[in-house]
């Protein structure tokens, strides 16, 4: 789909400047005048996707105003057009386009969305496919935005607990560049005037700020950018994120926040999935099928085959000694009630609680060692600097 950088004219003759994606040229101008503008002149620019990622609070939001738009009586193929006119991200309003096209043409919108992997996964598909078979996708939509909301919530609490330690790292960092290119070359022209032998830690010094200085430096920085953005997009893949998934889980402590972090979106997922109106059985296979944790995959499928069997669902989690007796005890209560999606959002909580738990804990560690390495560094030079005038001093 093109992405236009655009020029136009207002009705006070104000001349506005923007970027807007659309079909065509005409699409664009309409699109512009229904706001009042009028184009003056266009050009189609690129839109390489990493430059727009979709993410959890893009989804949510797109879903909300769904939602909200369905809630009013707007149907369904106009909700699509209305909502991918308003989008700023151009590799969204493809999607959008491409699923209201399928819309109008007779696929439902839980099928139309499954086409399109970057928007949804498949527990996502089964809430709308859940809500479109029992006449009420506007529940599902909503719950739907409840799921991709608590994604966000994580990720951006993940952010705001690590903000701090990245901090106190990158200025650990700074220091030591500044400290090896600025500060240490002015004492290597002293040391050599000195015309003693330096200690091996001066020495160390001094060969390591000569390197930081060099152009080697630069191109080491730019092979270790490359490497890193390589790996990056093939943990990307299917094949790269299952051997992540294995080195977190194999991160002490680390491995602990995993272990609750998938154990809380799991039972999250479950819980929408019975709100939405999705059999059990459907529900425990889909995220069987979707957690990435291995050890909590292979006993979601214990589960599902107990609960497939004839077992009650809280008697099937007590058996692999892989949940938590509160949980246990809150799925019992909402099966005997009849509240079970409730009893699974209650249970995902005590996982979430003990996530931000552990994230406090992992931080208050983290933020001390950092500076600590800091405050090692910087002894560290006071000795490989001072050292050779001390000895110079002794000699005198």
Known sequence: MPYFRWVGVDITGTIKKGKKSASSPEDLSQQLLNHGLAVLSYKIVHAPSFLWPISAKTKSDLFK???????????????????????????????????????????????????????????????LAAGHESGNIIHAVENVVHYFDKQHIFNKNLRAALAMPFLTLSFFIGISFFIFIFIIPRFADMFISLQQELTALTRFMLSVSAFMSSYLMLYLIVFVAITLICIQRYFMTKQGRKKWNML???????????????????????????????????????????????KIKAQLKVIYHDVEA?????????????????????????????????SLEAAALVYNDKVEESLRRFVFFLQPCVIILLGLLVTILIFAVYSPIMQLSHVV
């Not at 590799?91 to 099928?111: A, E, P, R």
């Not at 002490?252 to 059985?281: D, E, N, R």
């Open 65 to 127: 105003q769904k939602g909200k738009l369905l809630r009013a009586g707007v149907l369904l193929p106009n909700v699509l057009h209305v909502v991918a006119q308003q989008l700023g991200n151009p590799i969204m309003y493809d999607v959008l386009l491409q699923v209201n096209h399928d819309v109008q043409h007779g696929i439902s919108f839980d099928k139309a969305v499954e086409k399109h992997q970057e928007l949804c996964d498949p527990i996502v598909v089964i809430m």
């Open 248 to 294: 977190m889980n194999n991160i002490p402590f680390i491995s602990t926040i995993v272990w609750q972090y998938h154990m809380c979106q799991a039972l999250q997922a479950l819980a929408l999935l019975v709100s939405s109106g999705a059999p059990l059985m459907t529900g425990l296979k889909i995220i069987s099928d979707s957690v990435e944790h291995q």
């Open 310 to 342: 004839g077992k009650l669902l809280a008697s099937a989690m007590a058996e692999t000694m892989l949940f938590l007796p509160e949980v246990i005890a809150l799925v019992y209560v909402g099966q005997e009630s009849g509240t079970l999606g409730n």
